[in-house]
């Protein structure tokens, strides 16, 4: 597995481009359904944690290629996500990203947007999607 700079850090990484825009790290967006983990948390952290999953298999952080769209009231929140770590697997029809790691590890993120149910989308970091592949 391939990981880009240090992943250490809880602070966002992310560099300046000339429009006041912040270069994204090389892997995402991918969105992430607040399940185990408590929103407040990992975005004190910039981490997500590896979790059993309901149905079996192995540990991992979990999430899906793509934008975050809002999310209908009724729903869980979500967050949009991109990582100096690169996925240890994506499914290849439903883009599901794993980062396998023993249950409780992390791994670092820049968190980029937060859709809460019924609510706009808050920014918390201004991606310049120019730079995203």
Not at 19 to 35: C, F, L, S
Not at 51 to 72: D, F, I, N
């Amino acid at each position: 597995m391939k990981e880009k700079g240090s992943g250490a850090s809880p602070q966002p990484s992310v560099a300046p481009t000339a429009k006041g825009k912040q270069a994204p790290p090389p892997w995402g967006p991918y969105i992430h359904q607040i399940n185990q983990g408590k929103l407040d948390t990992i975005q004190a952290t910039q981490q997500l944690i590896s979790t059993e999953p309901r149905y079996g298999g192995p540990a991992a952080v979990r999430a899906v290629e793509g934008s975050l769209q809002p999310s209908p009231a009724g729903q869980r929140e979500a967050i949009e996500f991109y990582t100096h770590v690169e996925p240890s697997d994506v499914h290849a029809t439903n883009r599901e990203a794993y980062w396998y790691r023993k249950e409780g590890e992390y791994v670092p993120i820049v968190l980029t947007r937060i859709a809460r149910p019924g609510m706009p989308i808050e920014v918390i970091v201004e991606i310049d999607r120019s730079k995203t592949p």
